[in-house]
């Protein structure tokens, strides 16, 4: 949105300045990185679901903020807001994941959540060359709120209600997980499992769980792609159409 936003036909009362718009790039890193450790506290202490509806709400006071104002402090305030949903979601989403997955298939669920990303932006680029600046904002509003209403039927996950003491309500949720009465033996089983690992990982020593991040490939690479994600410069991406714009101007005075 970049270049409709600093063209002549800008939805804003005058053309953005561009120094506006390198700063809607940067503020969302700016934010993110460090809100990476206060995601760390909110899965800890508040649960992975309410961890997961708060950057659904964040992504939505963004789109949200966007529709109220084109002003240069509503643009760069938005972009900060989108910034904690974006780091809450790389942190929380494989987190929850993990937690109520099976074993079988906690590798293919995991994936989905970069295909998801990159098809969101797929959409994003395509819808944004045939809707209005407005339209586009509705569209992008819609998605999180969506999620914000249909996710408040999905259960905590068993592993942290166990962590809470919680054990018959961790039961029923894995139970509704698996799509199975929670008096049966496997249920038992798979709660017995999650019990055992949870006193493992109290007793577990550090030096424990380092070797764990890299020895366990699906924890390595959640933990990877967060960090390339959130320290690198993954941020170029919004601001890149930006970028090749002023690149094919460069390219006319050559």
């Known amino acids: 949105m970049g270049p ?10 005058a053309p953005v300045h561009p120094d506006t718009i390198s700063w809607m790039a940067s503020v969302v890193y700016l934010v993110g990185t460090p809100t990476v450790f206060l995601f760390g506290y909110i899965v800890d202490n508040f649960g992975r679901k309410k961890a997961l509806m708060v950057t659904s709400f964040s992504m939505a ?9 084109t002003e240069t402090w509503a ?20 987190l929850y994941i993990k937690e109520i997955s099976e074993d079988s298939i906690r590798g293919t669920l995991g994936s989905l959540v970069v295909l998801s990303q990159n098809l969101g932006n797929l959409f994003a680029y395509v819808m944004g060359e045939y809707l209005s600046y407005h339209a586009m904002l509705w569209v992008c509003l819609i998605v999180p ?8 039927a999905m259960p905590e996950t068993p592993s942290y209600l166990l962590k809470c003491g919680k054990v018959e309500e961790a039961r029923d949720a894995l139970a509704w997980l698996r799509c199975r009465e929670s008096s049966e033996p496997a249920v038992d089983t ?39 994600r ?10 890149r159409q930006t970028l090749f714009v002023h690149a094919n101007a460069l390219d006319v005075f050559d």
């Open 4 to 13: 409709r936003l600093m063209s002549e036909e800008t939805p804003a009362s």
């Open 75 to 94: 643009l760069i305030t938005a972009r900060a807001i989108v910034g904690l949903g974006v780091s809450g979601s790389y942190v929380v989403t494989p």
């Open 61 to 69: 006071a963004c789109w949200g903020l966007k529709l109220y104002s």
């Open 230 to 239: 959130l320290v690198t410069g993954n941020g170029t991406r919004t601001n």
């Open 190 to 228: 798979e709660l017995q499992n999650l019990l055992l690992e949870l006193e493992q990982s109290k007793s577990g020593k550090l030096i424990d769980a380092l070797k764990t991040l890299v020895t366990d490939r699906s924890t390595f690479h959640e933990r990877l792609t967060i960090s390339k």
């Open 145 to 152: 709120l969506l999620h914000l209403v249909l996710f408040t």
